[in-house]
Every structure is written in structure tokens, then in C-alpha cells.
């Protein structure tokens, strides 16, 4: 599991089965997310099969992004490469660092996203108008 992605890989949560009790996963941040974790919100009710969220790259802001239920499609760009992932296991999560515009569709009705961040909501740091995003990666890539 691999991505051509600047700033963005998979993280596999260790699954402990618990018997009969179930599977417990567990995300502790400076351990298995890189980051410390400030922020946790989470995503549901996607009943339109047309919903499209995202749309965005954030300037300082790291995350890992989880389909805790169902499954869902994230288009990545990194201002030089293009890729779809599809998130379906509980336990893998995709790494967005900064500068990755990402595009979240094709959500099973059932899907549950959570997201843990590494900073508190701030709508200056989000950049969602593409071309501006697009001019801030290229001059990052030389």
C-alpha cells in the first residue's frame, strides 16, 4: 500500500480481537499518528450517493482519515500527481499532510468517517479554490 502522493500515506491500526468481545483499535498520538491530536470529528448520514466533501488542502494542518464504516473514494493531487483511493477497512487510515487537495465521493450509505487533526478549527487555513492551491504545490515542488 503505497501512494505517488507527496504528503500522504496509509496508516495500519494493529487490530486486537478480543474473541467473542469484538476488535479494538487504537490510535495514540507520537505513536502510530505522527502528530499530536487536537481536533477529532467525524462524518455520517452520506444518504446522497452524489455527495461530494472536501474540496480543500490545508496550509499547516495534518490529518488521518479513517472509514470507520462503509467506504468511500478520496481523490488526492499534490499539484503534480492524481490518484483515487478507496478507504474500506476500519483499521486503515490515509495520511494527509500538507498541501493535498483532496475530493471525498462515492460514499456507501452506511459509511462513517472519523478524522483526527493536528490543530483546532480554523477557516484561514484552509485553501479551497483549486487554482490557488494549485500555483502554492507547483512552486512547493521545485
Known amino acids: 500500500m503505497s501512494l505517488n502522493i507527496r504528503n500522504s500515506r496509509f496508516i495500519e491500526l494493529p487490530k486486537i480481537k478480543d474473541g467473542r468481545d469484538g476488535i479494538l ?11 499530536d491530536i487536537k481536533r477529532v470529528f467525524y462524518i455520517y448520514d452520506l444518504h446522497d450517493n452524489n455527495a461530494v466533501r472536501g474540496k480543500h488542502a490545508h496550509k499547516n494542518v495534518e490529518q488521518v482519515i479513517f472509514c470507520i464504516k462503509g467506504s468511500l473514494e478520496l481523490l488526492l493531487d499534490d499539484g503534480l500527481y492524481k490518484e483515487t483511493v478507496k ?15 483532496n475530493v471525498m465521493t462515492k460514499f456507501s450509505e452506511d459509511c462513517i468517517l472519523l478524522v483526527l487533526a493536528s490543530d483546532f478549527y480554523n477557516e484561514n487555513e484552509y485553501i479551497r479554490d483549486y487554482n490557488q492551491f494549485l500555483a502554492i504545490a507547483l512552486k512547493q515542488s521545485e
Open 25 to 35: 483499535c487504537v490510535a495514540e498520538q507520537q505513536k502510530n499518528i505522527s502528530f
Open 87 to 101: 478507504l474500506e477497512k476500519p483499521n486503515v487510515g490515509l495520511y494527509l499532510g500538507t498541501y493535498v487537495w
